[in-house]
């Protein structure tokens, strides 16, 4: 069963940005951890990065067509990005909304996702982990619905 983990803009830069809220390690790290705890769930994953909204709605169309489910940080297009909700509603696959730091103790601005009312849910605050549960809660839901 394979499974679409997608970091959006800026992510390419853990480690690099502002580690008080995303902490030090780098984007490859980042990756090599979820590749490990997905392999451990007995997903296939692929991991995905872009700073384009286009981009990672076309990412998300694609995967209607091969995955199971999708862990999705959207970086600050979570808060704005109707045609990212749009997309998320229209693959009919589960989505997991996951975020590094805890959105909700952050900017103001940050407080509202207009993705999560189409996910089956969010995980956000716990730096790289949240990826990691985001994965274990996706891995729940798709079991659920076979």
């Given at each position: ?14 480690g ?9 390690d ?10 490990s ?35 999705i ?44 009312p ?6 956000a ?22």
């Amino acid at each position: 069963m394979k499974i679409l983990v997608i970091h959006g803009p800026n992510l390419n830069l853990l480690g690099e940005r502002e580690p008080g809220y995303y902490g030090s390690d780098s984007f490859a790290s980042v990756n090599k951890e979820i590749m490990s705890k997905a392999e451990s769930l007995n997903f296939e994953c692929e991991i995905y990065q872009s700073n384009s909204e286009g981009e990672l709605i076309d990412k998300l169309h694609s995967s209607r067509l091969d995955c199971a489910g999708v862990v999705i940080n959207a970086g600050a297009y979570t808060h704005y990005s109707y045609a990212i909700r749009d997309a998320i509603a229209a693959i009919k696959i589960p989505v997991v909304e996951v975020h590094m730091s805890n959105i909700h103790a952050r900017d103001e601005f940050r407080h509202t996702s207009v993705i999560a009312p189409v996910c089956v849910g969010q995980i956000a605050g716990f730096g790289k982990n949240s990826y990691l549960l985001g994965i274990e809660a996706l891995k729940a839901v798709v079991e659920e619905r076979s």
